[in-house]
């Protein structure tokens, strides 16, 4: 199906696995596969779908981990990964999706950090890791995402500092901490975000000053 558009899986609960003749879709800009349920693993071969733009993985609760070879990906704009609760960590070839724009983590509860290569993402505009309730800390290279204009973080209730780096988030417009309830403090380096317009502290608890 060498001119296939869209390929929607959505909530087909009992699929384990895609076959390997999926990566032959050369012109797919669309998979979805939200609410796959039992779906273990996605196929190396997947790294071949190169007008990928947009991949759905919402709500795939036995998925544990992202092949290597999604950084192949160039095309991608979109990621969708909320919800995968058994996630545990992102591969470091994340970081090279060079036409990512949003990338979705929200109630990813097994998710302890974020690679270090996640600073590569130099088109990203969106990053969503509201209620990652594991999320311990940021990586330092938070500051190399030149792009980035909304950072949600509410109900990290595991996030305890935000690194320094996250004064260089230039671009940085939207900054979410409610319900951040370990958060002790803020880094000084939060005066350089020049273009915040909005910070959000609702109920962090734990913020003495």
Known sequence: MSALQNLDLNNCSSLQELPISIG???????LNLSKCS???????CIGQLSALQNLYLNDC??????PTSIGQLSALQNLYLNNCSSLQELPTSIGQLSALQNLYLNHCSSL????????????????????????????????????????????????????I?????????????????????????????????????????????
Not at 38 to 43: C, D, G, I, M, V
Not at 130 to 147: F, M
């Open 38 to 44: 039992n779906l273990q693993n996605l196929p190396k």
């Open 112 to 163: 302890q950090e974020l690679p270090t290569s996640i600073g590569q993402l130099i088109t990203l505009q969106n990053l969503y890791l509201n209620d990652s309730s594991n999320l311990q800390k940021l990586p330092t290279s938070i500051g190399q995402l030149s792009a980035l204009q909304n950072l949600y973080l509410n109900n990290c209730s595991n996030l305890q500092e935000l690194p």
């Open 165 to 209: 780096s996250i004064g260089q988030l230039s671009a940085l417009q939207n900054l979410y901490l409610n319900d951040c309830s370990s958060l002790q403090e803020l880094p000084t380096s939060i005066g350089q975000l020049r273009a915040l317009q909005n910070l959000y502290l609702n109920d962090c608890l734990s913020l003495q000053e």
């Open 24 to 30: 032959h879709l050369n012109a797919l800009p669309k």
């Open 61 to 66: 609760w036995s998925l544990q981990e992202l």
